[in-house]
């Protein structure tokens, strides 16, 4: 059974850092790729980052390359991601999905794990 789970949200004053964490355990494909995703009150779920788990390729979307990290740690079957320099348009759920490399969509999803940044 897949399980995802994200954990390291938080309140964060603009200017600050965080670390997400996505867990994901129950594969049992040869590759996979976790992808995170955040959702703002009112807007659309927007991709931001996303990892090859065998091999480490990574990808951004434009508005947030330079300012997010995606990172993974094998051993603890755990995707990372860094976030610096917040402001308040970083405020959302972040989510964390799953799916085989070969597949258009991602099939496996977390609960999410807020993001609020304000003074």
């Known amino acids: 059974q897949v399980q995802i789970v994200e954990s390291g949200g938080g309140l964060v004053q603009p200017g600050g850092s965080l670390r997400l964490s996505c867990a994901a355990s129950g594969f049992t494909a040869d590759g996979y790729a976790i992808g995170w995703f955040r959702q703002a009150p009112g807007k659309e779920r927007e991709g931001v980052s996303c990892i090859s788990v065998p091999d480490g390729t990574t990808h951004y979307a434009d508005s947030v390359k330079g300012r997010f990290t995606i990172s993974r740690d094998n051993h603890n079957n755990t995707v990372y991601l860094h976030i610096n320099s917040l402001n308040p348009e970083d405020t959302a759920v972040y989510y964390c999905?799953?799916?085989?490399?070969?597949?258009?969509?991602?099939?496996?999803w977390g609960r999410g794990t807020q993001v609020t940044v304000s003074s």
């Open positions: 999905g799953a799916k085989r490399e070969t597949d258009p969509l991602y099939d496996y």
